[in-house]
């Protein structure tokens, strides 16, 4: 009964995408992150100098609208070449291939900053149920299964020893005008912060984040405490 009342309240949707998501695509490219990107270190030592920054950045619209490209989210985002490709027998699949894009991003001051950045691709299912009339997904379900999925897929990688320092989430909600270079904004707050990570900036002294960023004690007030999925509120999101 309990399976039944889930099921048709599509509690279990967006915590099955994230558990699949780990299972079969994080648990297996993470742990190679940073050794793709200290091979393509030593060949291109000045564009990836801040070792912090070494790890997949993996964003997660809450919007769930999603490109394959980059350059057409936001024109300071460049695609510069692909990482290191690990190449697994997979499921009956001889020699699937795992590899991971790096990008260039251009800051306020015309300077390049470079990272591994993707979107967080179960998103895309998301998106296309709240578009099909067999799923009847609504937008309002599909922002509280954005919410859902983003706090599992913390929650699992929190835990994962193989994971750890290899990752960086960043969720955020889109403003409602477009914003022609949004993404990048938001993308550079975050490897700013890595570079002061890095070089231990005094306590006090982070810069403070965007207007739009999301952080885990945000979402945290969304989701239930209960063993099984649930909905997430969205009153005052």
Not at 145 to 151: D, S
Not at 154 to 177: F, N, Q, T
Not at 197 to 225: F, K, M, R, W, Y
């Amino acid at each position: 009964e309990m399976s039944e009342m889930s099921e048709r309240s599509k509690q279990n949707v967006a915590h099955g995408l994230a558990w699949s998501y780990y299972i079969g695509y994080l648990k297996i490219v993470l742990p190679r992150v940073k050794k793709s990107m200290e091979e393509f270190s030593r060949a291109n030592p000045n564009l990836l100098a801040c070792r912090k920054t070494w790890k997949l950045h993996i964003l997660v619209p809450l919007s769930c609208e999603v490109y394959d490209e980059l350059e057409k989210a936001d024109s300071n985002i460049q695609y510069v070449t692909d990482l290191t490709e690990t190449t697994l027998a997979r499921a009956g699949t001889r020699k699937r291939v795992y590899k991971h894009s790096l990008y260039a991003i251009r800051d306020e001051e015309n300077q390049l900053w470079h990272c591994a950045v993707e979107y967080a691709t179960p998103l895309q299912s998301l998106y296309a149920m709240s578009q099909d009339e067999c799923a009847a997904f609504s937008r309002e379900e599909r922002l509280e299964q954005a919410k859902l999925f983003y706090r599992t897929l913390e929650e699992i990688l929190k835990g994962s020893k193989e994971c750890v320092d290899a990752y960086r989430l960043i969720a955020y909600e889109e403003p409602e005008e477009a914003e022609t270079h949004f993404l990048s904004r938001e993308l550079m707050w975050h490897l700013r912060q890595e570079h002061h990570e890095e070089i231990a900036v005094p306590e006090g002294s982070h810069p403070h984040p965007p207007c739009t960023a999301l952080d885990s004690a945000e979402l945290n007030l969304q989701i239930s405490v209960s063993d099984l999925p649930q909905p997430l509120r969205t009153d005052g999101f």
